[in-house]
């Protein structure tokens, strides 16, 4: 019974980490892209900013304050203040707002993205080519 319980624990945990580290990854890597050296006219691939962050940050802050949140008080098990209920209820609502605003925000951003992993492929071919006429 309760290993699968850590199961999905361990794979949510392995998701969210693989997930965090490649955003890492792709925002260290192009904060340090120049240009081309045979070529410094040519602009550096699209750098990751800080409106990148936010959708990652809004769903993160989500997704934590929600598992922080007790089921038995969502239900109104064995808690007689109907006003905690309803007050546990309104908070998981935003914050499920706030994890769907951070869903849209990545969508939104998702042609960012796309557009630096083009620049990026071509920036490494192009490092590719010199590198490969240098020898």
């Known amino acids: 019974e309760h290993r699968r319980t850590i199961g999905i624990y361990l794979q949510a945990l392995w998701s969210f980490a ?22 410094p006219q040519i602009p550096p691939p699209v750098h990751v900013q800080f409106v990148d962050w936010v959708p990652g940050i809004c769903s993160l802050l989500g997704t934590l304050i929600i598992n922080l949140i007790d089921k038995d008080r969502i239900r109104g098990d064995d ?17 499920f707002a706030f994890m769907a ?27 590719k080519s010199a590198y490969q006429s240098k020898t």
């Not at 693989?18 to 070529?39: K, M, R, V």
């Not at 808690?79 to 914050?95: E, M, P």
């Not at 630096?116 to 192009?126: C, G, K």
């Open 79 to 95: 808690y007689g203040d109907s006003t905690a209920v309803w007050r546990a209820r309104l908070f998981l609502f935003i914050w």
């Open 101 to 127: 605003g951070g869903l849209a925000g990545d969508v939104v951003s998702l042609d960012d993205f796309l557009t630096l992993l083009q620049h990026t492929v071509e920036f490494l071919a192009l490092n």
């Open 18 to 39: 693989l997930a965090n580290w490649t955003f890492l990854d792709a925002a260290i890597l192009s904060a340090h892209a120049h240009p081309p050296y045979e070529d």
